[in-house]
């Protein structure tokens, strides 16, 4: 099968000049043939098929080297509408719709968790919920909507199931939980601090909403640029000892198995794949990093480290790969 990337580590070298492949007389590494269209570590370039051949590869391999997702397994897909749940949609959609033996097999349904009570413009939260669950269910995939504020509930209410019918009403919003959860979040003195509580929130809901619909196995959308971030940046705030439930392809938190099928790709192929498809990606409304936060200092310091040294992510995320938790709820490694 079609490997443009090996998983060895590759060498650190210094990668100078992105090959300009704009006048369209490059072809592609891979076949020689086609017109290169894409260009991935700075100067290797692909053509369309190959590339597209690659990345569904590394998508589908993901999933399929692991054994875990089996033959008519319910999976709880949560989506952001960001490019890497664009694109993870549009993957399971194709894998579903192959007729050969690549056939993806496994039941999903998706979740999107409205989180616009910590933006800036909370009233914009029913708009995106049509807009990313309007995408969803077009693939003819049912979607499922909550709201992070129903953390702060003593009572769990289920998700509610996206209709063309949708109207505010259907996702009742309570003052005192919107209040209570802002609040919350506002009680942490630093940006990372609020940053890190945002993203155990969300998770701790999507658990929730995935026991409230009967789910044992959920999507999350992380992939290998996220995740090299999140390595790095969760060392750096003291959450090294449960990188391995953050990082690894599976992981079971309060009994519930999380699966990370976007893990081996990059954001920039993601963009790739968005531009190639046209597919829709929304930056829905949440909480937004204002200033300097661990995280923001790590991803811009990973990020331009990958600009001159493509290997950057690749060896960063690997080594996340080899970390392995001696509690076993955190992190049951496949
Ligand atoms: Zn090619």
Redesign the pocket.
Known sequence: MCSVDPDELTEMTRATGQLDISCGDVM?R?????TAEVVLRVKDA??R??FLAYFVHKFRSTIGKSKQIRHGDKVLVATSGGPSSAAMLHLIRQGLNETSHKQLRFEPAFLYVDESCLSENPSSGHEYIKKVCGEVTSLNFDCYVTSIEQIMSTQVMSPVLFTKEWNEEHLPKTKSLEEGTRDLLMACKSLSAKEDLAEQLRQDLILQAAKALGYQKVFLGDNATSLSIAILGNVAIGRGSQLPGRVHFKSVHQGIEIYRPMREILQNEIQYYVQIHNLSAEQTPGFQTKGSSITSCTEDFVKTLQMDFPATIPTIFRTGDKLVSSSSEQSRRT
């Not at 891979?30 to 086609?34: A, D, Q």
């Open positions: 592609c891979k076949c020689g043939t086609g692909y053509c098929e190959c």
